[in-house]
């Protein structure tokens, strides 16, 4: 018989012991550096903010650059890099003062020009960006550190837009880097935020490192969600990439890390029974979903996409990861918990799926043995075991799939070509989202159906994106009657494809304190380390 890695640490943790596995961490930190705090976060291969909505992108965006105004903790808009602002009588004309104090990592000062620069690339690519370019009739400087927002007719989201952190993010940078098309990725890691990017220490693939940035000036209010004072409390923070979950976990147990972003399910346990480990349930709750490539077959044609809403067994999907307590079903776009979620065109949900059903709708579709490829984000244990399902369940009903593994940071890359299969291209991926993201249709771009100009999988419904133009201009109470028709349009055409909803604790060291709690990103100030 032969014994899995797994299972050796399994029993040996289960029994009291510790397990000797192979550091790849003591050689450069120990347990008891208290101003070095190690994160095992998801690998990091994109660093321009405004190229993807990866949940690593926006943190390393959190921790060296900075945003015009912040979320606080009941996701209301506070000004960051503003000290004053105001709006006209007419509410078209926003002026714009930036506080005191700001500066590049370079030493050069932050100016309004660098601010109208990161604003305008900002909004050739994401939604919340391109509503508001579309509203304005100039964007300008008026002094160093003076800018307007002039706008043809009144737009009461503007702020809560500028505030967001959800990918692709509005940070603030240099002029010189901002005037790069959005499509072309900034190379150089310089921004005015509480944390510098260390290059001399970067190793890709293995981790990356950010020290406290000394001339950072925090503001004077208390911390926040993301708005408040960023006080860095540590002196460094290391980034570790480490794709193994047991060894993972050993690190965390021997203190050779003190923070471990995605924890392994069936290592639960092991966790709550440490005495000085930590499992942590976070406030928002997770959808999973997948995204097929609506330009490219088989999924250009819409049965194709229908069938697989008819092909999934949520809860069988979930419980791939998670112990029955910590998942859900979701059927509404909006989620489970927005002021938005509804019930509109949900027939297509049936516990246990539809497999003949969803056969069926691929003969319509006229597939023909294409190949699908699903990438398989072999680093991420919740998307990796809905990816081997998917697969087997598509194979069941004649569909010829097929997994594409990689890191996170390769599915990243990849899924960004639109083309064939043949050609690189792919079919299917799978991620998650807060369920919170999902109540703002307007900023969160995984809600456009904007076609080619669009997030990753391209969907593309003018019926639906004409309903999402409105969002802007009606108050709360009229969204929840448009978000039905919306929700009732999406369904038809089907954008993605929902798989279920789940709470993923973090596990932390007792002795990491301090952590702040906002839903898709990892703020590193205010934590620190006994």
Not at 104 to 130: F, N
Not at 461 to 466: G, M
């Amino acid at each position: 018989m032969t014994i899995s890695r797994r299972e050796i640490i399994k029993a040996g943790l289960a029994a009291g012991t510790a397990v000797s596995i192979p550091s790849i961490l003591r050689a450069q930190t120990t347990p008891a550096d208290a101003q070095t705090v190690r994160m095992a976060m998801e690998n990091l291969s994109v660093f321009d903010p405004m190229l993807t909505t990866a949940t690593a992108t926006v943190s390393h965006g959190l921790a060296i650059y900075d945003t015009l105004f912040a979320l606080d903790s009941k996701f209301m808009p506070q000004p960051q890099m503003v000290g004053q602002w105001s709006v006209s009588d007419d509410k078209r004309t926003y002026t714009f003062e930036l506080r005191d104090g700001l500066g590049w990592h370079d030493g050069t000062p932050v100016t309004a020009g660098d601010c109208v620069a990161s604003i305008r690339r900002w909004g050739q690519v994401e939604s919340g960006g391109q509503l508001i370019m579309a509203r304005a009739k100039d964007i300008s400087k008026k002094d160093d550190k003076t800018f307007t927002i002039a706008l043809k007719e009144p737009l009461g989201l503007l702020l809560d837009q500028l505030a967001k952190v959800i990918g692709p993010a509005p940070f603030m940078m240099r002029e010189k880097d901002a005037d790069r098309p959005a499509t072309e990725q900034v190379t150089a890691n310089i921004g005015s935020g509480p944390f510098k990017f260390n290059e001399g220490l970067a190793k890709p693939g293995a981790n990356f490192t950010y020290d406290r940035n000394d001339q950072y000036v925090p503001r004077k209010e208390l911390s926040d969600g993301n708005a408040g004072g960023k006080v860095v409390k540590v002196d460094r923070v290391v980034w570790d990439f480490i794709a193994d979950p047991q060894t993972a976990f050993a690190a965390l147990q021997s203190g050779e890390i003190d923070y471990l972003q995605a924890p392994s399910p069936d290592l639960y346990p092991l966790i709550e029974s440490d005495p000085s480990l930590q499992l942590h349930v976070q406030k928002s709750s997770q959808v999973y979903f997948m995204r097929m490539n609506c330009l490219q077959k088989p999924f250009d044609n819409v049965k194709a996409r229908q069938a697989m809403l008819h092909l999934i067994d949520q809860e069988a999907f979930m419980r791939t990861t998670f112990p029955p307590k910590y998942i859900g079903s979701v059927t509404s776009v909006f989620g489970n918990s927005t002021p938005y979620s509804n019930d509109e065109n949900t027939g297509w949900f049936k516990k246990g799926g539809d497999p003949e059903k969803a056969k069926r709708l691929f003969q319509e579709a006229g597939y023909a043995g294409e190949t699908v490829v699903i990438l398989d984000s072999t680093d991420w244990a919740a998307a990796d075991n809905m990816a081997q399902l998917l697969a087997a369940t598509l194979r069941k009903i004649g569909v010829n799939a097929e997994l594409a593994p990689s890191d996170w940071g390769g599915l990243v890359a990849r899924r960004a070509n639109k083309g064939p299969v043949e050609d690189g291209g792919w079919s299917i991926f799978i991620t998650s989202e807060s369920d919170y993201s999902r109540g703002d249709p307007v900023g969160n771009p995984t809600l456009s159906a904007n076609g080619e100009n669009g997030w990753a999988g391209w969907p593309k419904s003018d019926e639906y994106e004409a309903f999402r133009a409105q969002w802007a201009d009606v108050d709360a109470t009229e969204r929840q009657a448009l978000a039905r028709q919306m929700q009732k349009a999406y369904w038809n055409f089907v954008g993605t494809v929902l798989l279920g909803e789940a709470v993923s604790p973090i596990a932390r060291r007792k002795a990491l304190t301090g952590l702040i709690e906002m839903p898709d990103c990892t703020p590193m100030w205010n934590m620190q380390k006994a």
